[in-house]
Nanobody, 113 residues
């Protein structure tokens, strides 16, 4: 059974940091590209960051330099380190297996003073 489980979301003040985790099971993780998406109420889903099976990464411009995506193939886990958080980063963040319809339920990130 394929399962993606996110964790690490929280409410933080602007300028704060969070580290999101996504644990995958039932997926051939080592050969899969992984991505983090986010969706805020009333807004379209956005691709935040992606990492391929070789470790190459890409980011949406608004998070470049603040967010870092990484993966641990031994733990079947992908991470999103988020620094210098802004109120506009507030959203439901979820991970997905690139090229499939597989995604998790998401974890809520709220940035507010």
């Amino acid at each position: 059974q394929v399962q993606l489980t996110e964790s690490g979301g929280d409410m933080v003040q602007p300028g704060g940091s969070l580290r999101l985790s996504c644990a995958a099971s039932g997926v051939n993780f080592g050969i899969s590209g992984m991505a983090w998406y986010r969706q805020a109420p009333g807004r379209q889903r956005e691709l935040v960051a992606a990492i391929n099976n070789g470790g190459s990464t890409n980011y949406r411009p608004s998070v470049k330099g603040r967010f870092t995506i990484s993966r641990d193939n031994a733990e079947n886990t992908v991470y999103l380190q988020m620094n210098s958080l802004k109120p506009e980063d507030t959203a439901l963040y979820y991970c997905a297996v690139i090229g499939t319809g597989l995604r998790g339920q998401g974890t809520q990130v709220t940035v507010s003073s």
